[in-house]
């Protein structure tokens, strides 16, 4: 089983090349990210609460995440792997998600950074925020997740680095330029 996380700043490419990733190699792709906003849209009573946290730029509460993750899972036992977009981001939800695989005998089989530079990130989520009308990517926001995204994520790097997991990808090439990386690095090491 081939279970992989794809992480870096917000608006690096994760989701364009986890989807392009779940393609090629028959994942399923878990978007923490998708799911939140999908909730939102629905404009349920959790959708609402989950609006305000994301419009601050704040990260939804992590009781919340495992439960979205758990759901996901249980809902796909029988799949080839998983592409985790979005999750985890601290160093407690990686012990926490390492747990929740070994219940089933699965385990994260590499880890894909997308290394982008913040000038890059804030111009690009600028732009996407006129295109899509994402009230969530003002520069201020854009700013504050990215300091979250530092503080928080930074030190998963050293973690998988350990695990011998870890494998950074060029962010600012083009969507073919990664996605070729991001797939010679999985069939090297997988």
């Given at each position: 089983?081939?279970?992989?996380?794809?992480?870096?700043?917000?608006?690096?490419?994760?989701?364009?090349?986890?989807?392009?990733?779940?393609?090629?190699?028959?994942?399923?792709?878990?978007?923490?990210?998708?799911?939140?906003?999908?909730?939102?849209?629905?404009?349920?009573?959790?959708?609402?609460?989950?609006?305000?946290?994301?419009?601050?730029?704040?990260?939804?509460?992590?009781e919340l995440i495992?439960?979205?993750?758990?759901?996901?899972?249980?809902?796909?036992?029988?799949?080839?792997?998983?592409?985790?977009?979005?999750?985890?981001?601290?160093?407690?939800?990686?012990?926490?998600?390492?747990?929740?695989?070994?219940?089933?005998?699965?385990?994260?089989?590499?880890?894909?950074?997308?290394?982008?530079?913040?000038?890059?990130?804030?111009?690009?989520?600028?732009?996407?925020?006129?295109?899509?009308?994402?009230?969530d990517d003002t520069?201020?926001?854009?700013?504050?997740?990215?300091?979250?995204?530092?503080?928080?994520?930074?030190?998963?790097?050293?973690?998988?680095?350990?695990?011998?997991?870890?494998?950074?990808?060029?962010?600012?090439?083009?969507?073919?330029?990664?996605?070729?990386?991001?797939?010679?690095?999985?069939?090297?090491?997988?």
């Amino acid at each position: 089983m081939l279970n992989i996380i794809i992480f870096g700043p917000p608006g690096c490419g994760k989701g364009t090349q986890s989807a392009k990733i779940t393609e090629k190699y028959n994942l399923v792709h878990i978007s923490t990210g998708d799911i939140i906003r999908k909730e939102i849209k629905s404009h349920s009573e959790f959708g609402i609460l989950l609006k305000a946290i994301v419009e601050k730029g704040e990260l939804v509460p992590y009781e919340l995440i495992i439960k979205i993750l758990e759901s996901a899972l249980a809902k796909n036992k029988n799949a080839n792997g998983f592409i985790f977009d979005g999750f985890p981001r601290t160093i407690d939800q990686a012990t926490d998600l390492d747990k929740i695989l070994k219940k089933d005998n699965k385990s994260i089989s590499l880890v894909l950074s997308l290394k982008v530079e913040d000038d890059v990130v804030i111009e690009r989520l600028l732009k996407r925020a006129q295109i899509e009308g994402r009230k969530d990517d003002t520069e201020d926001v854009i700013k504050n997740r990215l300091k979250i995204y530092k503080d928080e994520t930074y030190p998963l790097i050293a973690l998988y680095k350990d695990q011998g997991k870890y494998f950074e990808v060029e962010g600012s090439n083009t969507i073919d330029e990664i996605f070729k990386s991001a797939s010679d690095i999985i069939d090297s090491n997988y």
